[in-house]
């Protein structure tokens, strides 16, 4: 257990820096862009910034990728077992992801009590009456499911290969956007595409007459990450680091 917190450690700080040199990139950005456009402009109702998780979900996502490509090799060659890495990187996620929605939630809020017209993407979606632990909890859970999707999709890759994994991303976008959807309006019953999208709707958590039920989106988002966490360590038990 010393091992492993050893590595837990040694993840966690080494990634800390990196999160504020990432929200330094993008505020900075962020601010050059609107510093133009009111010059240019003069006129700060089109500067338009609404969404500034989705940055984050960018940067966590990434995170998923290289938290193989690069942790994995170093970490074996030093003789930390892979059930020690898998559990070292789903720290790493967890503390990132605390952290950024941490962050996001405070920042998303205090942008829209500024400017009102500025909608984060959980105001956006449930609106600003909710309390900032759940605005806090619904953002982390879903930074743990960009990581965990990422890293599995970098582990099934190393693990196919690169060719065979471009002919399963493009089997599943065309089951995606051609196959699901035809199926639904062509061959389903229309009562089971009904009760799909009503599932779909409820599953994000809005139920009757536009009330919203958090529980639904928090253990949705809870089930997906731990079905691709339990999938990338079934892989990663026995993965071999491809160079």
Not at 44 to 56: A, D, H, V
Request: aromatic fraction near 16%.
């Amino acid at each position: 257990m010393k091992k492993l917190g050893t590595v837990i450690r040694y993840e966690c700080v080494t990634s800390f820096k990196y999160i504020w040199v990432f929200y330094i990139c993008v505020f900075a950005a962020i601010s050059v862009i609107s510093a133009i456009i009111y010059i240019s402009t003069g006129d700060m109702e089109k500067i338009g910034t609404n969404g500034l998780e989705l940055n984050s979900m960018i940067y966590v996502g990434i995170l998923g990728v290289f938290g193989f490509k690069e942790d994995f090799k170093m970490l074996i060659q030093n003789g930390f077992t892979r059930k020690y890495i898998f559990l070292a990187t789903l720290s790493l996620f967890a503390f990132t992801s605390a952290i950024m929605a941490a962050v996001d939630t405070i920042v998303g809020n205090a942008l829209h009590a500024v400017a009102s017209g500025y909608f984060s993407l959980f105001g956006g979606l449930y609106g600003y009456e909710h309390s900032f632990f759940l605005n806090w909890l619904w953002l982390f859970l879903a930074y743990m499911l960009v990581c965990c999707l990422l890293y599995l999709s970098i582990l099934i890759i190393n693990k196919i290969g690169k060719v065979a994994s471009i002919y399963l991303a493009i089997g599943l976008g065309l089951t995606v956007v051609l196959i699901i959807p035809a199926l639904l309006k062509f061959v389903l019953p229309e009562d089971f595409a009904e009760a799909a999208i009503t599932f779909a709707v409820k599953a994000i958590g809005f139920v009757a007459e536009g009330a919203v039920n958090f529980l639904y989106p928090i253990m949705s988002l809870l089930l997906i990450a731990g079905i691709l966490s339990i999938g990338s360590y079934l892989i990663i038990r026995r993965t071999e680091l491809k160079v």
